[in-house]
């Protein structure tokens, strides 16, 4: 796999590609006032059936001590000026039947989601070790339960959807790359942005992971908005990562 930024370079960018799109001060924790929500995947109540060609293998996932740099977030002044943060993250549990060799989402999952006042540009969901067993068999449950063969369905991994709040007079595009523990799993994706305020919603990112590792790992999103200084004359960007921290309690 490609070396992608470190997570202290990853924080440096945060300055260097122009947090001047507000004023930052000391805002409270992305923690305040912020739960795991549980919710449906698309409003649906039956099983989604996954790409496998999208999945990254992530069952050797090392241990990490390190985290995505979202405990002191940026907090914009006021919703006018240009800015961009993480609007949600979203978890789903996947399952693999070896009746069909397919991989499915299971349609409920959990959510953390912040308000426009508290979207850091850099924010993760938080899910404890215990969170995710409970998700995990509640899957495994509902799957061999509404199957005509129980032993046919086997945990698989874990899948992340952040959502991007943009914003910016003269919004240019954002680049994304999926990343696991700082480590680049993917290709980086770059598409363009024509709408002044707007909400953008990446591809999932999928990985075939153990349902309890005994350690904390995180894996979503890192990257950047783009787009032209308010006075129309030059460009930056702002660094953004959204991702789930696994056994965040461990």
């Known amino acids: 796999m ?3 930024l470190s997570v202290v370079l990853s924080c440096m960018l945060v300055l260097s590609l122009g947090v001047g799109t507000a004023a930052a001060k000391e805002s409270p924790s992305v ?5 795991l929500e549980v919710i449906s995947l698309n409003g649906s109540n039956e099983l989604v059936p996954v ?9 050797d996932v090392p241990a990490t001590d390190s985290l995505p ?13 240009d800015y961009a943060g993480v609007a ?15 991989v499915y989402a299971y349609p409920r999952g959990y959510r953390t989601s912040w308000s426009e006042h508290y979207q850091a540009q850099s924010a ?4 404890t070790r215990a969170q995710a ?11 061999k339960s509404n199957s005509a063969s129980s032993s046919s369905w086997e945990f698989f991994g874990w899948s992340a959807i952040p959502t991007f709040a943009l914003q910016a007079k003269y919004p240019l595009y954002i680049e994304l790359t999926p990343e696991l523990n700082s480590e680049a799993i993917g290709e980086t994706t770059k598409t363009n942005i024509s709408l002044q305020s707007s909400l953008f919603t990446p591809a ?24 032209r200084h308010p006075n129309g004359s030059g460009s930056g960007g702002s660094m953004l990562s959204g991702s789930v921290i696994m056994n965040y309690d461990l």
């Open 69 to 81: 740099c979202d405990e002191e977030p940026i907090m914009p002044l006021a919703i006018n000026h």
């Open 2 to 4: 490609k070396k992608i």
């Open 31 to 35: 923690e305040e006032g912020v739960e």
């Open 51 to 59: 790409d496998k060609d999208t999945i990254v293998d992530a069952t």
């Open 204 to 227: 999932p990112v999928n990985i075939h992971a153990p349902i309890d590792t005994g350690f904390r790992y995180y894996f979503g999103y890192h990257g950047a908005f783009y787009r």
């Open 133 to 143: 067993i409970a998700l995990a068999n509640e899957a495994l449950n509902y799957a």
């Open 124 to 127: 993760s969901m938080h899910v």
């Open 88 to 102: 949600s993250v979203e978890l789903y549990p996947l399952l693999f039947c070896s009746d069909d060799s397919s």
